[in-house]
């Protein structure tokens, strides 16, 4: 696997306004550096701004101080539109509530980011989203309705599209929350060896220590910065 840099963070900070006119500092001075292959857990209290965090790592959100790099590029100030291109090409989400489309079957849900795509992955859009749902185990669901699904399932939906366009980054928020902790183990640890499968790289965000555990590079998020966590203190 290489080493290749695909983000990195100095000294980032977010600052909103509040109503009265006030500033709230969420993030005050985030360092980090992610490589492809990697997978880092990142773990914080609520209201720490693991949120907030991810929106910047996503580029939903820009920082309002420092610098983000992706893949060597200073992408701190692009548009939105720019930051729409790299997002639908680059970057692949799993949230909490799973939010698969209703209505739509399981392979309506993972083909839908290849209907954003060029040639051969626009036209074999059906074939690849049947094999990655086939890679997450559901090869035999494909026409399911993710409503009459267990959340385990839904959620491997969800990481099925998340990884649909091989993307190099990989969010996840809270990827186990709305799951049992069995289910949640199984899912974590699909989205792990599928991520690192795909040659991305994986940021998992999340309060549970035990969901983070599987990470092989942890942090905790506190007064708005990142601090790195021994082994032994992760578990
Ligand atoms: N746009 C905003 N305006 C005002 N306050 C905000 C804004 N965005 C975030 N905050 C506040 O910043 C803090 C961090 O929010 P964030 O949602 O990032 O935390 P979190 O760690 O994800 O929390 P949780 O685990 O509860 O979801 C919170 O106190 C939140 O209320």
Excluded: C
Excluded at 150 to 179: F, H, N
Excluded at 207 to 226: S, Y
């Amino acid at each position: 696997m290489s080493s290749e840099e695909l983000l990195r963070l100095t000294g980032v900070a977010r600052t909103v306004e509040l109503p009265d006119g006030d500033d709230l500092h969420i993030l005050t001075s985030v360092d980090l550096l992610v490589r492809r292959g990697d997978h880092v857990g990142i773990v914080g209290r609520s209201g720490t701004g693991k949120s907030t965090l991810l929106n910047l790592l996503g580029l939903l959100d820009r920082p309002t101080g420092g610098t983000l790099e992706w893949a060597g590029r200073n992408v701190t100030d692009i548009s939105g539109r720019q930051a729409a291109r790299i997002r639908g090409r680059d970057v692949g989400f799993v949230f909490q509530q799973f939010n698969l489309l209703p209505g739509r079957t399981a392979l309506e849900n993972v083909m839908a980011p290849l209907l954003y795509a060029s040639g051969k992955e626009f036209w074999q859009r059906r074939r690849i989203a049947a094999a990655m749902l086939d890679q997450v185990g559901l090869g035999d669901r494909l026409d399911a309705m993710p409503q009459f699904l267990s959340g385990g399932e839904q959620q491997r939906i969800a990481i099925a599209r998340a990884l649909v366009r091989r993307p190099t980054v990989v969010l996840a928020d809270e990827p186990t929350g709305a799951l049992d902790v069995e289910t949640g183990a199984m899912v974590m640890k699909l989205l792990d060896q599928a991520t690192y499968e795909s040659g991305a790289a994986l940021i998992t965000i999340t309060h549970d220590q035990n969901v983070a555990a599987l990470a092989r590079r942890r942090f905790r998020l506190a007064e708005g910065r990142l601090h790195p966590l021994a082994e032994e203190a992760a578990v």
